[in-house]
């Protein structure tokens, strides 16, 4: 039970980088909250509408 979850694990992380990957094109609200989150967290400019 515990080696499907990892591997459900694993492939959920795997479709979650390759949707980041797309969010440019599908949505670039969510593109920035990703770049938000992986850039430091300080000196963040507010999100453009």
């Known amino acids: 039970m515990a080696k ?3 591997v459900h694990r694993c492939h959920t992380v795997r479709k979650l980088i390759r949707n980041m990957q797309d969010e440019p094109r599908r949505s ?4 920035t ?3 938000r989150i992986h850039r430091k967290k300080a000196d963040i400019e507010p999100h453009e509408v």
């Open 28 to 31: 670039p609200h969510l593109h």
């Open 33 to 35: 909250h990703y770049q």
């Open 4 to 6: 499907a979850l990892a």
